[in-house]
């Protein structure tokens, strides 16, 4: 049973535009959230994260959107890049120490078009 | 710096054998983790260490994985017998003592079970 569930597999978004991408979650335990990007042949970087105590943490042209009620995270990426093609793994952890087990999710391959 | 680093970028072998994946932690970091990338499953946790002891290994198949770290520089994750459904990409993580300390990844092992 997947805790963290990242729908679509697959995003094409044009260069200059918002991507968005969605990930829920099922465990209401979970108290902090990550995203992580990879290039192929690549491991994952840690790209943005946000506790629960708070609804939107912003990064450059990264923000995160947390809504608790709907057990639903989303990452904004304005504007999206060329570069900005990559995997993006949705994260969850009950806790966030470094002993904190990180639950993932499946995955979304987002494609910038020029 | 250097980041984790893996050993064999790419491995196949015949099912029966036994493999050894190798992986060098960022120095000073107290956190080891194991994950291993299937389509199916996305990143799951297969073990974790925290200064050279396992923390938990519940992701583990403990008939046939095994995962040591004899010292706080180098971990390995051994396969016997290995399984087709061992194959997958395996990846190494550390991070440091701390909040929100995020996991820096490794680029992976590819691992083929013929």
């Known amino acids: 049973d997947q805790q963290v569930k990242q729908n679509s597999p697959s995003l094409s978004v044009q260069e200059g535009r918002i991507s968005i991408l969605n990930c829920d979650y099922t465990?209401?335990?979970?108290?902090?959230f990550l995203w992580y990007k990879k290039y192929p042949a690549e491991g994952p970087t840690f790209l943005i994260s946000i506790s629960s105590i708070k609804d939107k943490n912003e990064d450059g042209r990264f923000t995160v959107f947390l809504n608790k009620s709907a057990k639903h995270l989303s990452l904004h990426i304005v504007p999206s890049q060329p570069g900005d093609s990559a995997v993006y793994f949705c994260a969850a952890s009950v806790g966030y120490s470094s002993a904190s087990k990180i639950i993932f999710g499946s995955g979304t391959r987002l494609s910038i078009r020029p | 710096d250097a980041g984790v680093i893996q050993s064999p970028r790419h491995e196949v072998t015949e099912m029966g054998q036994e493999v050894t994946l190798r992986c060098k932690p960022i120095s000073g970091h107290d956190y080891l983790f194991w994950y291993r990338q299937t389509m199916m499953q996305g990143l799951e946790l297969l073990v974790y260490f925290n200064n050279k002891a396992v923390m938990d290994d519940s992701g583990m198949p403990k008939d046939r994985f095994s995962a040591k770290m004899p010292n706080a520089s180098f971990s390995t994750l051994k396969i016997q017998p290995s399984e087709p459904r061992d194959s997958a990409v395996y990846f190494c993580?550390?991070?440091?003592?701390?909040?929100?300390?995020?996991?820096?990844f490794g680029d992976g092992t590819r691992l083929s079970i013929l």
């Open positions: 465990n209401s335990m979970f108290d902090y």
């Open positions: 993580a550390s991070s440091s003592q701390g909040r929100g300390q995020p996991q820096h």
